[in-house]
């Protein structure tokens, strides 16, 4: 996709810096929880069986793999989160709140396999790999990435607002 082609790499980590994490968010966003995980799957299949849709028109496995093996349980458990959130009667803000938590721990779901298969491709130790494969990530993450979700969150639903007659719509 587009915006797994948008990276670069840091000196001391194989992991690029890249919007394809946001892929997952975004596609979550859009679809139910089970559209958003096939979808996701697919795009996992279309780059394992030689599609270049990874960073850098990569294509395959290879030792950053574990992070887009985290993609369909990431869209899965944040599409899962946004329909509960718009069963809820609560303040906006709230809502919004309980969205970017969400996404951040449907993130958590693409770091999580990412460092265990860096890891045991490197045997590197925990700490090694969480300072790799984590760290480095976490001020882009938290501050830019999951907000602008979390915006486009905002802009969505105020879309949705002005178009539903019915009372309850955020």
């Known amino acids: 996709t587009l915006a797994s082609q948008i990276s670069f790499f840091l000196p001391f980590t194989p992991v690029p810096i890249t919007l394809a994490p946001q892929g997952p968010l975004l596609v979550a966003l859009m679809l139910s929880p089970k559209r958003a995980f096939l979808w996701t799957l697919n795009y996992i299949v279309m780059g394992f069986l030689g599609a270049p849709v ?65 890891k045991l491709s490197l045997s590197l130790s925990l700490a090694t790999a969480l300072h790799i494969g984590v760290y480095p990530f976490l001020i882009g993450c938290l501050f830019v990435k999951i907000p602008l979700c979390t915006a486009l969150l905002m802009l969505q639903s105020r879309a949705d607002t002005k178009t539903d007659k019915h009372q309850g719509s955020w």
């Open 54 to 118: 990874f960073a850098g028109f990569f294509a395959g496995f290879g030792v950053t793999s574990g992070y887009i093996l985290g993609y369909p349980l990431c869209a899965l458990f944040a599409s899962s989160a946004l329909r509960f959130l718009k069963s809820l009667r609560a303040l906006p803000m709230v809502k919004y709140l309980f969205a970017y938590i969400s996404f951040a721990l449907a993130t958590m779901l693409i770091y999580i396999p990412g460092v265990a298969l860096l």
